[in-house]
């Protein structure tokens, strides 16, 4: 069950969402629509979820964590149109409902995520607050870092390469860390840099939580890719499998996937644990991720 806390951010990064399409000008109707169509058709929200509970668990307020909260959500939309296409996974369904492309057309959801991309680091870049500029960089230093060529961009990358090919653990684990990973913990140093804390021993503490659950998050998909179904999951059952991905049952088998989904569950409890804050709300959330079934 999720925690009571993840409908609240929920609802709060809908309305925020909603706010800033509203706020987009409307010179080009049909890639508006597309673009809001991807990122306010529902979803997890984890990424801001992260924001939000860490930046809470800080001591920040939530207006001044809305901004890095939008942002990367965006950034992860745009990630999601993209990862739909056929040059890539090639998908019909997302989240229950037809991609960005099949929506639309190729064409437009290439360019709504072009879109949702640059929208990301203008939040970032106009966000209101008493932030010192030199924090306001690092936050859009960090989530570019996250979705490019040392982030998301690699992992996808190596996803492809090894497409209908066998590998090792090593190979999956930096995939899944760069794919997944990074923007999830981006989401959680994002959080910290909203506040005008100075202790690198929290920092790497987050960090250390956040690489274990983004790591866990991952592990558990690919094992729901074979135990749930389309109606549940929001997108076709088993299509990791049909396209000869690679996963962590294909590579240790469905078992030993599912021990190492909670091996990585307790690593990320344990990097809470050095926290002298009340963790409670973040620990309801990685038990969360591990049980979920879609």
Do not use: W
């Amino acid at each position: 069950m999720a925690p009571e806390s993840l409908t609240l951010y929920q609802h709060r990064i809908e309305q925020q969402l909603e706010l800033r399409m509203a706020a987009l000008p409307q010179t080009a109707e049909r890639l508006h629509q597309a673009m809001a169509y991807s990122l306010t058709n529902g979803g997890k929200r984890i990424r801001p979820f992260f924001v939000y509970a860490c930046g809470s668990m800080l001591g920040v307020p939530l207006t001044q964590l809305d901004s890095a909260a939008c942002a990367i959500e965006c950034l992860h939309s745009y990630s999601l149109i993209h990862d739909d296409l056929p040059a890539m996974d090639n998908d019909d369904l997302r989240r229950g409902k037809p991609t960005c492309h099949k929506a639309f057309d190729e064409a437009t959801a290439i360019l709504a995520g072009d879109a949702l991309q640059t929208l990301a680091f203008d939040i970032l870049a106009t966000a209101e607050g008493n932030l010192s500029a030199e924090r306001k960089l690092k936050r859009i230093s960090l989530l570019a870092k996250a979705s490019g060529i040392t982030g998301m961009c690699a992992g996808q990358a190596i996803d492809l390469a090894h497409t209908n090919q066998r590998t090792d653990l090593a190979t999956l684990e930096q995939m899944h860390r760069l794919k997944t990973g990074a923007l999830i913990e981006c989401a959680v140093q994002l959080a910290y840099y909203s506040s005008e804390l100075d202790c690198p021993a929290t920092l790497h503490a987050l960090t250390s939580f956040a690489s274990a659950l983004g790591l866990a998050f991952q592990v558990q998909d690919d094992i729901l890719d074979i135990e749930s179904d389309t109606i549940v999951l929001g997108k076709p059952q088993g299509s990791d499998c049909k396209a000869n991905k690679l996963t962590y049952p294909a590579l240790l088998g469905l078992e030993e996937a599912k021990v190492k989904a909670k091996q990585l569950y307790q690593d990320a409890l344990a990097a809470l644990s050095s926290l002298a804050y009340d963790t409670d709300e973040l620990k309801a959330f990685a038990h969360y991720i591990i049980a979920r079934k879609f």
